[in-house]
């Protein structure tokens, strides 16, 4: 039960590789069975159960379940050097993994004008901030200055009425 993908040097190819010496050692069919060097493990972004032929130790690969690319855990005490790859095989993941550092090297170009686009953004939104911030003191200023007006106003209206009420009185 090996997680499929069609990439040179996948797991897919680690599956062929698997299946043709498994036909080679004249074993009936083996592809749903976990040897005991098989790697089990669980996907890290749905924790879907995973199994690969040991030869896949180290390569990314696609979740069955989620889709999401996974890298196949060495297991301890493996280094990579054990693994009894072929040329071609080790060019494919060569040739894959290339690949992949150009997908990641452009998703990181990308990444970064996104960063950049965000912070020219952020500091056009930090000089509107401070520009509103201003506008707000000069209007606060400006309505405090229109209550001592109307205080002023309103003082001096009662205070002509009550000139007005003395005038009326004599």
């Not at 680690?14 to 976990?34: F, K, L, P, R, Y």
Request: hydrophobic share 35%.
């Amino acid at each position: 039960m090996t997680t499929p993908l069609d990439k040179p040097g996948s797991a897919k190819d680690t599956e062929e590789v698997e299946t043709a010496a498994t036909a080679e050692e004249g074993a009936e069919d083996a592809g749903d069975e976990i040897r005991p060097t098989d790697i089990v493990f669980n996907c890290p972004h749905c924790d879907h159960g995973l199994c690969i032929d040991f030869r896949g130790a180290g390569l990314l690969t696609n979740c069955t379940e989620c889709g999401k690319e996974v890298l196949v855990p060495i297991p301890e005490g493996m280094n990579i050097g054990d693994l009894d790859l072929t040329t071609d095989q080790t060019l494919g993941q060569l040739f894959y993994t290339r690949r992949a550092l150009g997908r990641a090297e452009q998703r990181i170009a990308e990444l970064e004008e996104v960063v950049s686009s965000l912070k020219d953004r952020r500091s056009a939104m930090e000089k509107s901030r401070m520009t509103t911030l201003h506008h707000c003191a000069e209007l606060s200023g400006i309505c405090q200055a229109i209550q001592r007006s109307q205080a002023d106003v309103a003082a001096a209206l009662n205070r002509m009425l009550e000139i007005i009420a003395a005038e009326q009185q004599h």
